[in-house]
């Protein structure tokens, strides 16, 4: 068998690219300093984790987040407000209570941005 050469398509061209592949405008600075600033706060960072653990496609209910914290059931519900308002979870009512998933773009988009790139990237 021969051995063929793969060109590497997109490359440099990432819908998101990382952050040391170039300065961030102002548009991208305002969107990701929201999403740090939802994910600033231990509470949240916790919410998202418990909300995430349940895997793509899983969903928690609010009833299942507030037990495992010690503050009242409204300052949880603000804190999880605010992760939708980052674009990070989306929720649904369900009757009395309200269901929470990632969305796994959102995570996506992050990863990406914080990965810092290999030698072989940094060399391409």
Wanted: aromatic fraction near 6%.
């Amino acid at each position: 068998m021969s051995k063929q050469e793969l060109e590497v398509i997109g490359r440099g061209t990432d819908c998101c690219p990382g952050m040391s592949a170039a300065p961030l405008d102002d548009e991208r600075a305002a969107e990701l300093a929201k999403v740090f600033k939802a994910l600033g706060d231990p509470v949240r960072l916790r919410l998202l984790s418990m909300i995430a653990a349940r895997g793509e496609g899983g969903e928690t209910c609010v009833c299942e987040l507030t037990p495992a914290f010690d503050l009242s059931q409204p300052t949880i519900s603000h804190h999880l407000k605010l992760l939708r308002q980052a674009g990070l979870i989306d929720c649904e009512r369900r009757g009395t209570w309200v269901y929470y998933w990632v969305l796994p773009a959102a995570l996506d988009r992050l990863a990406v941005f914080l990965k810092a790139p290999t030698t072989a990237e940094a060399l391409a």
